[in-house]
């Protein structure tokens, strides 16, 4: 005898609005529940963890500046991700644009910033490190659009590289980037006018009402302007597209190249921002890489961005402190992360099916 | 629709009331998600008849079928074989009952051989395939049907035609009693239908059932014993008699109204020439697509291309519309040149063009009806949408598209309301007055209704003065909408004739690559 129900994936005709909110909120609790499990099954206490998480990360003023300042970067990596991803192209080294973002800011700020007042520099650096992050995606913009090479593989391949380009910089002896006069190696500030201050007492900078504005205009590029028009119907349709005179390749181009600027600006954020300098500790951050998870976790909607990029922002922020302050391991952050990402590419199951039960029934009598 | 030159070569009777009833269901209902798509519908098949399920698309046959062959299951009512009640859990279950489905997309492997793909999925194979037994099996199966094939001939190349004879034979290798042919003429040329009708003939003699699935009512009355006719998932008729019924009558509980689909041509004199084509000829790889082709297009003419799909229609169309570059020959459309000029400025110069498929390339699926409007034309940099709201409400209304608002997804709209929103963006002109409209099987797809309404559409557009080139497969519309008529086969025009005059059997011969005296 078989069970008398059985379990059935039914297609929904039509996605009901709450779900596009109510699916990433269940995908974080569930994530945070699967956590729970495992920091217990470690021997830790799963509420005074998250309690510290949440009062370290969101709650407590310098918790929340700190969140506010780091997400800075990440919602950059975010919608450098989710712009690709509008035309269905993988961008998947906003890492390494990120890498070249810094670098092209830094030699910006050390190159041009001496000779320009502060309110020129800072620009610069940001509108340099953007270029340079346009740039290092360039070639698998160029070939993804002629060829039709994967730019998957292209774009993450080239973060290795960036990797190695960035390190060099910081490493060889008489390299322009390279603090001169230490030991130890390290990167050389730029000039004074070509860095920012942090906003009264906190170390968040003004960088982020201006990524939160960029955000919220590229939201508004894609529903409102040609541009974003042409980007829809080549993502759904190309032959629609090749069929209304749409040139794909050039729009291609666009997409790709506006995608590495944003990582690239991201970068930037970083020069006039927190570390003033070319700094190889940010081949350890994964920025880039965690730019793909909010993305994601925002279903690639620009608006949506500016939240998950802080919510991450904050789990790192909190998780960060939890090891200093309580010796739970630092990587319960990033486990956290890995758990949404998977929670929330599962919950898209529930927003395509409708689930249910049904009584299986004779059909003889 | 009747037409009278087909002759078909009937099979013996055996239908009398004496066959037992083979095959039936009784108050099927089956409901999909907001659909009630079969609402307790009964139908049987007798051993030796032909019992067709006509209705319009979405009348809910084709769920009917896929319950009678065991693709789905019926939310509730029963089935008999024979007397006793069966349940089907999937088509194998059907087949182990000796039901059989000949889907219309046919389901062959193009590089196994006719009877390696008979064979595909028997369970009585042994390790290693003993062809010669294999063919000769295959063959004596064919064979005692009438249906003539050669085991050894590579699938990928046959025509249409014989390939639906593979899975006819397939179906009867598999030891099928009670075969369900899924629209099966929809991919033939006329002669082929006329092969396919000998076959069914056959079939019954032999004493199997056909489930003939249709809403060509020409075709149904001719080869119908019995006709049950479906709409919105309820039957509203029986009607039996093979002849004895007028396809008006069928239409009419079809569609639920009168329909007129009757001959139109144009009114007036045509004016000048709209679309010139001098000498074109397209080369893809090596392969010669169009072969120096020259014909014009004037003013309210209509002039249909004729031919089997794959004779190069689409690319036709597509070079026409600038999507396609010839490798020689002009194009111009109102005494301008627009060959190697691209889609855009063709459109300038008054060309809409209606592809043959809709959603995909003619409209935008997960786009509303507003926003497919704007493909075609100039869209500022910020697009303004606020303004072009009243006209799509205006062309929604005019060209009875069902639909809640201009904001109603593309994707969301049945056959016949996507092709009436092409039509309505195509008709309208975007950048420019059209001039020359290019239509690639408008009616494909659509039912009765949406057909008429679609040739209503065109036949206003010609009234008003539109070139219109009319590429479809579907020959009686070429032959009872165009004014004249070129059969377009491997790429060149192998037939001239006025639409008046115009013979059906002179230009299905043409379409099959047959020399007549016709011939231009």
Known sequence: MRAPFRIIFEQ?????????????????????????????????????????????????SRGITDTLGLSTVLICTGLCAAFAFQ????????????YLGMLGGAWAGLALGPRLPSVIAVPTVLLIGAAAGALWIFIPAFVRARLGTSEIVST????????????????????????????????????????LTPLGGTRMYPTFFIVVALALFLYW????????YRIQVISDSPRAAHYAGVNARRTT?????????????????????????????????GYGYAGIVIAALARNNFAAIIVSGILFSGLRVGGDKLQITTETPIHIGVMLQGAILLFALGGEAFRRYRIRAVRIQAVAQ | ????????????????????????????????????????VDFDVRAGEVHTLLGENGAGKSTLAAMLCGLYQPDSGYMLRNGQPISLSSPRAGLQHGIAMVHQHFRLVERFTVAENVVLGSRDLSFTLKRKNIDDKVAAVAESYGLPIDPQAVVGELSVGQRQRVEIVKALYQGAEILLLDEPTAVLVPAEVEKLFENVHAMTAAGKSIVFISHKLGEVVEISDRVTVLRGGRVTGHVSGRGSTDTKELARLMVGRDINLSTQR???????????????????????????ISFNVHEGEMVGIAGVAGNG??????TIAGLISPTSGTISIGGAMTTDRGPIAARELGLAYVPEDRLGMGLVPSMSILDNLLLTRDRRIVVDRASVRPEANRLIEQFEIKANNADHIARKLSGGNAQKVLLARELSGGRTVTKLLVVCSPTRGLDVGAIETVRRLLDDARSAGQAILLISEDLDEIMSLADRILVLYRGAIVHETPGESAQLATVGAAMAGLKTEGAA
């Open chain 1, 156 to 195: 993450l391949l080239l973060t290795y590289i960036a990797a190695s380009v960035l390190n060099h910089f910081v490493y060889t002896p008489n390299s322009y980037f390279r603090a001169p006069n230490v030991t130890f190696p390290m990167g050389r500030a730029v000039s004074e006018s070509a860095q």
């Open chain 2, 266 to 292: 144009a009114s007036h004199a045509t004016g000048h020439e709209v679309l010139q084509i001098r000498e074109l000829s397209l080369a893809s790889e090596g392969v010669d697509i169009l072969s120096n």
């Open chain 1, 87 to 98: 035309m269905n192209l993988y961008n998947i080294g906003g890492e390494g644009q990120v």
């Open chain 1, 253 to 285: 181009m666009q997409v790709m190249l506006i995608s590495g600027a944003l990582a690239g600006f991201g970068g930037a954020t970083l020069i006039v921002g927190e570390f003033g300098k070319l700094d190889q500790g940010i081949l350890l951050l």
């Open chain 1, 12 to 60: 929904r005709s039509e996605t009901p609005r709450y779900l596009a909110a109510f699916v990433p909120l269940m995908s974080v609790l569930a994530a945070l529940v699967a956590g729970g499990i495992f920091l217990m099954a470690s021997g830790y206490s799963a509420s005074e963890t998250y309690s510290n998480m949440l009062s370290d990360g969101f709650l407590s």
């Open chain 1, 221 to 228: 590029v894609v529903k409102r302007t040609e541009f974003g």
């Open chain 2, 313 to 318: 229609q689409r690319e036709l169309a597509d």
């Open chain 2, 1 to 40: 629709m009747t037409n009278a030159s087909h002759e078909v070569v009937k099979g013996p009777h055996h239908s009398g009331d004496a066959a037992p009833i083979a095959l039936s269901a009784h108050s099927i209902t089956k409901r999909f998600p907001g659909v009630l798509a079969n609402d307790s």
